[in-house]
């Protein structure tokens, strides 16, 4: 369980990519290495360590602390929103997604106990520039620098993309104003309704197969963590600040070894993640 549970967060802390306010990011100077290559090129990153000591939270058991209490505050904001602070019997499709967000907070608990949640939130990604999406996913190192290495899909479309590298934190809900605070909550109540979709269609609009057993029935295990990673493009990153940022521009060569364009190329490349990150901040 603690495997799937962590690769759940590890999605989750990626497509909460540069989601920041503007102007919010300190700025991780990042090398790469090479900055231009074919399809199915590995690409390696540098991060100064100076950087990321100026820009994030190195400190996995302060960030795990700060993450704890702010996880806590949004999740009672929401319950406190959507059920008048009293959680709603897991016999019932909306009980089932708070049940579901619930076991988010056991996978953030594993992950804050043994550093994986910290760990998760430095990413190193290739990203279109067009939509501002990434969709190859590794990490850094926050100690070393090192980043990656990540490859280059073989069915990437020849042309400019960014290789970015962030680190990440959970927004203080106490820090935000009205209307920000709002838009999280509301964020967890979209979120909601979404999941109950997910679970009626997967119980077959039996609610005498509820409550779901995620410690107990493999299967049950499997969806929530496949739903919760679906959803989360859309929910999680109006929770996050990014601390800092790093971005260079990386070629993609065509078949004749030439960059093609300096003009990135339309759309996205094969299955991004989603996400709405902005790389100027």
């Given at each position: 369980?603690?495997?799937?549970?962590?690769l759940?967060?590890a999605?989750?802390?990626v497509?909460?990519?540069?989601?920041g306010?503007?102007g919010?990011q300190?700025?991780?100077?990042?090398v790469?290495?090479?900055?231009?290559?074919?399809?199915?090129?590995?690409?390696?990153?540098?991060?100064t360590?100076e950087?990321i000591?100026a820009?994030c939270?190195t400190?996995?058991?302060e960030?795990?602390?700060?993450?704890g209490e702010n996880?806590?505050?949004?999740?009672?904001?929401?319950?406190?929103e959507?059920?008048?602070?009293?959680v709603?019997?897991?016999?019932?499709l909306?009980?089932?997604a708070?049940?579901?967000i619930?076991f988010l907070?056991?996978?953030?608990?594993?992950?804050?106990d043994?550093?994986?949640?910290?760990?998760?939130?430095?990413?190193?990604?290739m990203?279109?520039?067009?939509?501002?999406e990434?969709?190859v996913?590794?990490?850094f190192?926050?100690e070393?620098?090192?980043?990656?290495?990540?490859?280059t899909?073989f069915?990437?479309?020849?042309?400019?993309?960014?290789?970015?590298a962030a680190?990440?934190s959970?927004?203080?809900?106490?820090?935000?104003?009205g209307a920000?605070?709002?838009a999280?909550?509301?964020?967890?109540?979209?979120?909601?309704?979404?999941?109950?979709?997910?679970?009626?269609?997967?119980i077959?609009?039996d609610?005498?197969?509820l409550?779901?057993?995620?410690?107990g029935d493999?299967?049950?295990?499997?969806?929530?963590t496949?739903?919760?990673?679906e959803v989360?493009?859309?929910?999680?990153?109006s929770?996050?600040?990014?601390?800092a940022?790093?971005?260079?521009?990386?070629c993609?060569?065509?078949?004749?070894?030439?960059?093609?364009?300096?003009?990135?190329?339309?759309g996205?490349?094969?299955?991004?993640?989603?996400?709405?990150?902005?790389f100027?901040?």
């Amino acid at each position: 369980m603690r495997r799937l549970l962590t690769l759940t967060m590890a999605a989750m802390f990626v497509m909460a990519l540069a989601t920041g306010p503007a102007g919010a990011q300190a700025e991780l100077n990042l090398v790469i290495d090479p900055e231009e290559g074919f399809p199915g090129q590995n690409v390696v990153g540098f991060v100064t360590p100076e950087s990321i000591e100026a820009g994030c939270i190195t400190d996995s058991e302060e960030w795990a602390v700060l993450f704890g209490e702010n996880w806590t505050a949004w999740f009672d904001a929401y319950i406190d929103e959507a059920f008048g602070g009293v959680v709603p019997a897991t016999t019932t499709l909306e009980g089932a997604a708070v049940q579901m967000i619930m076991f988010l907070n056991l996978g953030i608990t594993l992950g804050l106990d043994d550093g994986a949640a910290w760990a998760a939130s430095f990413a190193f990604v290739m990203a279109d520039i067009a939509t501002q999406e990434p969709f190859v996913i590794e990490g850094f190192d926050p100690e070393t620098g090192e980043a990656g290495p990540l490859t280059t899909p073989f069915d990437v479309t020849p042309g400019l993309y960014a290789i970015a590298a962030a680190c990440n934190s959970l927004s203080d809900f106490d820090e935000l104003q009205g209307a920000d605070q709002q838009a999280g909550i509301e964020s967890f109540i979209e979120t909601q309704a979404i999941l109950e979709v997910m679970v009626d269609e997967y119980i077959g609009g039996d609610l005498g197969e509820l409550p779901l057993n995620p410690l107990g029935d493999p299967a049950d295990l499997e969806f929530i963590t496949n739903a919760l990673t679906e959803v989360g493009g859309g929910w999680l990153p109006s929770l996050f600040t990014q601390d800092a940022l790093g971005v260079n521009i990386y070629c993609v060569l065509d078949e004749s070894g030439e960059c093609p364009s300096d003009e990135p190329p339309p759309g996205s490349p094969a299955d991004p993640i989603g996400a709405d990150p902005a790389f100027t901040g």
